[in-house]
């Protein structure tokens, strides 16, 4: 495998250089006014390796063409390409067919096509929906188009002071007009990584399905939809060192085929007259029109290279990087971290007594450190901790201790600048 710097996926933690696996990157060599970037907005987005850049570039420069429509020999390639793409992705997660993986443009859009293909033909008029306090946004808004569509009920879950969830007060939550489950798998806003076998598991006591919001959950961990026996799982390319501009929804293949399609138009369809239209099998049926092509096929090549260091390697080095950076920043008075869950991923929410937000994101940024400020698409969270917003460094397995250093001493400087 090309540039990528490491090959065994059998490798464990300490056998991984992560110092070369970091020159994989070419954007993290930049300099922000002559100040070393520090890239530390990685659950907004992630960056993107050389090997995921070179294998667009090749596609773009010798595959593209629009695929499925034609007999020539770049449409083939093309088709063939995308096709093996969508096999990563089922491999990734252990999907067991790869007709269950549907490409969509992101988690957001995987979410709408739950609410669009499932909800609005499933769930009825004081039918409840579960979703819990830590739900980003694109997993709240479109329940509650939906329940005040069809007159259906949300019901949501509380969490802790530490930001997880009250297990006990999710089960007391089902009752016979439950019908969907909606579950964030790791917290955006404060890292929280929510037991989602088990509540999964209750969920289908009930014979309810359960959709997980993975964007958070599949860049750190390994997934398996089959162990996990979820029922509809979304992420994003990227958050996955891959491009913009796609996501797969996973479905169990019964349950996409009960649904009904959200867009219509070209290749979702196996027939078209003015009276009727047949409508195709998965998962063409839900991806009308021309696909994210070359997007799709750099978010293979990402899998490809998330796969080659090991999502076990990845989650382990993230977490001595979050102990490290959690000891530093619990050190620095004034300073608060919001969500302390037991079990996290490398997300770190904080606040700092006297100065906002986005005022400590301006100083960062001057000293070349990428954090993000805001309420981070998850008011619900925010609200409970009774903060307007956060500041949010979340570390991916590029950055380093160097990087740590960076911000516990950018945030002294921010002290000493407003207080
Ligand atoms: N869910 C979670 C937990 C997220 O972190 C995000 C992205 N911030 C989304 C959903 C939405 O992802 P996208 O914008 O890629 O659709």
Same mark, same amino acid.
């Given at each position: 495998m090309n540039s990528v710097n490491v090959s065994?996926?059998?490798?464990?933690?300490?056998?991984?250089?992560?110092?070369?696996?970091?020159?994989?990157?070419?954007?993290?060599?930049?300099?922000?006014?002559?100040?070393?970037?520090?890239?530390?907005?990685?659950?907004?987005?992630?960056?993107?390796?050389?090997?995921?850049?070179?294998?667009?570039?090749?596609?773009?420069?010798?595959?593209?063409?629009?695929?499925?429509?034609?007999?020539?020999?770049?449409?083939?390639?093309?088709?063939?390409?995308?096709?093996?793409?969508?096999?990563?992705?089922?491999?990734?997660?252990?999907?067991?067919?790869?007709?269950?993986?549907?490409?969509?443009s992101g988690t957001t859009d995987s979410i709408n096509l739950v609410m669009q293909g499932y909800g609005r033909k499933f769930i009825k008029a004081n039918d409840e929906i579960i979703l819990t306090t830590l739900e980003h946004h694109s997993n709240i808004v479109p329940w509650q188009m939906l329940a005040n569509e069809k007159g259906a009920r949300i019901r949501v879950v509380p969490i802790n002071d530490n930001g997880e969830l009250e297990i006990g007060e999710y089960e007391k939550l089902f009752n016979e007009r439950t019908k969907f489950v909606g579950l964030i798998h790791v917290s955006n806003a404060l890292g929280t990584i929510n037991p989602i076998k088990r509540m999964i598991d209750f969920a289908h006591r009930y014979d309810v399905p359960v959709l997980i919001d993975g964007a958070q959950g599949a860049p750190h961990m390994s997934i398996d939809v089959?162990?996990?026996?979820?029922?509809?799982?979304?992420?994003?390319?990227?958050?996955?060192?891959?491009?913009? %501009?796609?996501? &797969?929804? /996973?479905?169990? +293949?019964?349950? #996409? @085929?009960?649904?009904?399609? !959200?867009?219509?138009?070209?290749?979702?369809?196996?027939?078209?007259?003015?009276?009727?239209?047949?409508?195709?099998?998965?998962?063409?049926?839900?991806?009308?029109?021309?696909?994210?092509?070359?997007?799709?096929?750099?978010? %293979?090549?990402? &899998?490809? /290279?998330?796969? +080659?260091?090991? #999502? @076990?390697?990845?989650?382990? !080095?993230?977490?001595?990087?979050?102990?490290?950076?959690t000891d530093c920043l619990v050190q620095i008075p004034g300073v608060k971290i919001i969500g302390t869950a037991k079990e996290k991923t490398a997300v770190i929410s904080f606040t700092v007594d006297g100065v906002h937000p986005h005022d400590i994101g301006t100083i960062l940024n001057q000293d070349g450190i990428a954090v993000r400020t805001g309420h981070h698409c998850a008011q619900p969270v925010m609200q409970r901790f009774n903060v307007p917003a956060t500041s949010r460094a979340s570390f991916a397995f590029y950055n380093n201790k160097t990087e740590v250093d960076a911000l516990v001493a950018g945030i002294k400087t921010v002290q000493k600048v407003f207080l």
């Open positions: 065994l996926k059998s490798e464990i933690t300490s056998d991984v250089d992560w110092g070369r696996i970091r020159s994989d990157f070419p954007i993290l060599d930049l300099k922000i006014d002559g100040k070393p970037l520090a890239y530390l907005d990685n659950a907004a987005s992630s960056q993107m390796p050389q090997f995921v850049i070179d294998r667009l570039v090749r596609y773009q420069t010798k595959q593209h063409a629009n695929i499925n429509r034609a007999v020539h020999y770049l449409s083939e390639v093309a088709t063939q390409e995308y096709h093996d793409a969508r096999c990563k992705l089922q491999q990734f997660i252990n999907a067991h067919e790869d007709r269950e993986v549907i490409f969509t089959q162990a996990l026996d979820c029922d509809f799982y979304a992420f994003s390319a990227h958050k996955l060192c891959g491009p913009t %501009g796609v996501g &797969i929804l /996973y479905g169990k +293949a019964a349950l #996409l @085929e009960s649904m009904q399609p !959200y867009k219509g138009g070209g290749d979702m369809i196996a027939s078209v007259t003015f009276e009727e239209t047949i409508y195709n099998t998965i998962p063409h049926k839900f991806e009308a029109g021309t696909p994210p092509i070359a997007a799709a096929i750099g978010f %293979g090549a990402a &899998i490809d /290279y998330l796969t +080659a260091i090991g #999502l @076990e390697n990845i989650g382990a !080095y993230e977490s001595t990087l979050l102990d490290y950076a």
